[in-house]
């Protein structure tokens, strides 16, 4: 098994001993065909070098449609990992036609696409019509431990970008002043200066909400270990990771939009608002002033992780699937599903 990952500055040798760890070059960098040249040569010379039966691609990109072509080629089975609920909806690819053709055959070309919720299934058979597998398998996370018997804020995690929504939570901590903020936004490329401005700005107004600098996953970790919830105001998501980093450590979720196959509500994992500001200000209050007596939430949400999340059940999952692409002999590039399969749609797969 082979992981191939750009340049790391500390890269820890892998406790498992059949797993590689490939650094491929860096991103080209350069803007137009030129860049995407080299992009797309660096790339192809990564996957050459992984020499891979199965290959899983798990970025919403047009790699997806590189890395189609070269298991085509090489006659590899290839499976699209979705990342969440925007791989479906396009936003993107906006602006960029071409870019977005790749990515849409690449995606089409996969002998599997792997989505995390049932939601994501639909949206699937909904954006790509005619696709010939769609397996629902979830994201997996190892607990680390329980969190803290102390909680002391609020804490919003992710990048900063507009559809995370971050001057919603700048919103809350001015809505229940007597409750601590902390929030760690993420600035990268995709970040508007105007944004990043804008959340600082607000951010000085409010004196229960701090901002913390970058972390390290060790770090960001033993912030929300003393989080009362792990708050999300995103538009759309599909299973964040932050939020099972803080149900395994008994941390319950705040969502505003955003309920996974409405476990959060189902399961008991804190309180989804279900887009009511309301209710999203009302549960706020209700996890602070019970923050220090949580522990049958605490442990619904670590059971939860546990059941569903842990490696051993969603390893055995992705192994099984692996496998079976393994042994079957792959097809080349697909052709465009006809038009009345296309009109027709396909049943969504539960595998």
């Given amino acids: 098994m082979a992981l191939v990952v750009f340049p790391l500055q500390d890269p820890i040798v892998p406790e498992q001993p059949h797993l590689t760890i490939l650094q491929r070059a860096r991103h080209a960098g350069r803007r137009g065909a030129a860049g995407q040249v080299l992009e797309g040569e660096r790339m192809w010379r990564a996957l050459h070098r992984a020499d891979a039966r199965v290959y899983v691609v798990r970025t919403g990109t047009p790699a997806v449609g590189l890395a189609a072509l070269f298991c085509s080629v090489r006659r590899r089975a290839f499976v699209f990992s979705s990342a969440g609920t925007n791989d479906f909806t396009f936003e993107d690819f906006a602006t960029t036609p071409l870019r977005l053709k790749l990515y849409r055959l690449g995606v089409r070309a996969a002998q599997a696409l792997v989505v995390q919720t049932r939601e994501q299934i639909y949206l699937a058979h909904e954006a790509f019509p005619g696709l010939r597998r769609v397996d629902e398998i979830p994201s997996f996370f190892e607990p680390p431990g329980r969190g803290a018997a102390d909680p002391e804020a609020f804490v919003w995690i992710a990048r900063l970008v507009p559809h995370k929504r971050p001057l919603e939570y700048v919103a809350l901590a001015q809505a229940l002043p007597e409750a601590r903020f902390r929030m760690i936004a993420v600035e990268g490329n995709d970040t508007p200066p105007a944004l990043a401005a804008d959340l600082r700005a607000a951010a000085a107004r409010v004196p229960n909400l701090e901002l913390l600098g970058p972390r390290s996953h060790v770090e960001t970790g033993e912030v929300l270990a003393r989080a009362v919830a792990s708050v999300n105001t995103a538009e759309y998501e599909g299973m ?79 192994q099984a699937l692996v496998e079976e692409l393994a042994r079957a002999r792959p097809r080349r590039w697909p052709r465009r599903p006809s038009r009345a399969r296309t009109a027709a749609g396909a049943s969504p797969s539960r595998r």
């Fill in 240 to 318: 964040p990771n932050v939020f099972l980093e803080a149900w395994a450590r008994g941390v319950p979720a705040l969502s505003l939009n955003v309920d996974p196959d409405g476990r959060i509500a189902e399961q008991g994992l804190g309180v989804a608002a279900n887009g009511s500001w309301e209710r999203f200000v009302a549960g706020a209050r209700d996890l602070w002033y019970g923050r220090r007596d949580r522990s049958p939430l605490s442990q619904r949400t670590r059971t939860y992780v546990q059941t569903v999340h842990s490696p051993d059940v969603v390893g055995a999952r992705w």
